[in-house]
């Protein structure tokens, strides 16, 4: 051994530690920070405050936990105000919802059935408003949008600002004058777009295409219908077929006018 | 290896598909450089974590593709030296487990535990060097970027690290284990 310092370049843990590390990592990064027990004392201080404020600051007779608009409320427009958020809420005739407010500037809008639209102001550090249904979760980051729980999908129209959509681990930022849906069948369109990354990771190019194309036929409106049609972008033109390239350059700008990847189509010869 | 241009853009696009492509490019990267830097499997392990998290949370930071790795190791040498004043706290309770091989791919569990038990040796600065340069190969310029020294003082903390693990290794070194013979800067 002349070199063991070299030896270990390529040295990895087993790849049960790389997933364990993977997979936390994401969850660590989707969550809050992990705080020493003296930051949780002093957070737990404050939310302590937090709660006697609230307390102290109901009005006299409105039951506890209602901080929030009630539900199902009979009135059109819902609007909240606290020092910690300002929403708007405009149900539709036929919206069916509930309002969680578990602390002052989280916000939870379970919305079972029919449209309701919303306004927020820019959400602050630490908090978020969030629309749940059936079909997955809408969070906000300082918008207007509207979101519609049909049978099988969930679709969400951004009028200004932008909102991501999950569904589990995965989620899209989706900007303002655009539409996503997320369906039941979600997981299996996201399989096929993971594999369809993998081909392309793999050099499969032309089993990737099959797959981006096989995702945009059956979920037109889907979670990736961006990065799909992207991906066709840059398989065309990595493939040198300046056709093919600008077909599918302008099908993706045709669609996603302001997508995040618009502006690198744009921008590539 | 440095971050592929198109993943970097991805990620400041919050796309989630493309931090976890990242965070597979770099888990056993960012895990090697925990152990070598002090820290056992587990604690390792929690490490890279959180380092790979604090990238996702602050990856606005970060300029360009090109500056990621230097980026990403300098919040490994926040976290990792956290996690050693930590682990200097476990150290005073009798519940220290007897240190673990950590990789499976590599030069061998003699060999790992070797290079571990002498570069724990070493004074910090000159380990951090042997570990930028010999072991991950940086050029003696971008370990002086990571580390914020001049290159004068790269050349003088190897020079002094590799003698001095020349030393710990005759001593600590698998049985039979040739003399080192590497190359100077």
Partial sequence: MSDPLAALRDARPAPSVEHRIVEGAMARAAGPQRRTWSLALAGVAVAAA??????????????????????????????????????????????VFRVETPVPNQTVVHLS?????????????????????????????????????????TRVAVTEGKVRVRREADAV??????????????????????????????????????????????????????????????????????????????????????????DRLRAAP | MALDPELYLACRSADPLAWRRLYRQYAGRVFRWAVLKGLGPADAEDAAQEILAI????????????????????????????ARRRVWWRRVL???????????????????????????????????????FDVEGFSREEVADLIGRPPGTVASRLRLGREAFRRLWTELGPAGAAPLAVEEP
């Fill in chain 1, 50 to 95: 937090a709660v006697l404020l609230t307390f102290a600051l109901r009005p006299a007779g409105e039951p506890p936990g209602a901080l929030a608009p009630a539900v199902d409320a009979p009135t059109p427009v819902v609007r909240t105000e606290t020092p910690q958020m300002r929403y708007q809420v405009t149900e539709g005739a036929d919206a």
């Fill in chain 1, 113 to 153: 059935a029919g449209t309701a639209s919303f306004a927020v102001e820019p959400v602050p550090p630490g908090g978020f408003f969030a629309v749940e249904t059936p079909h997955g979760r809408v969070e906000v980051v300082g918008t207007r949008f509207s979101v519609t729980v049909g049978e099988r999908c």
């Fill in chain 1, 173 to 262: 930022l989706v900007p303002a004058g655009e539409t996503r849906e997320i369906c039941r069948g979600g997981p299996a369109g996201e399989a096929v777009m993971r594999a369809a990354l993998q081909d392309l990771a793999g050099g499969r190019t032309a089993a990737a295409r099959a797959r981006l194309e096989g995702y945009l036929a059956a979920w037109p409106d889907g979670l990736f219908a961006e990065e799909a049609l992207f991906h066709l972008a840059l398989l065309a033109r990595r493939e040198g077929d300046a056709q093919a390239a600008a077909a599918a350059t302008t099908r993706y700008l045709t669609r996603f006018p302001s997508g995040h990847r618009a």
């Fill in chain 2, 55 to 82: 990238a996702c949370k602050r990856f606005a930071q970060c300029s360009a593709a090109a500056a990621f790795d230097a980026w990403l190791y300098q919040i490994t040498r926040k976290v990792v030296a956290n």
């Fill in chain 2, 94 to 132: 009798p519940m220290e487990q007897p240190p673990e091989p950590a990789f499976v791919e590599g030069p061998g569990v003699e060999v790992e535990m070797a290079v571990r038990a002498c570069l724990a040796r070493l004074p910090a600065d000159q380990a951090e060097v042997l570990l930028l």
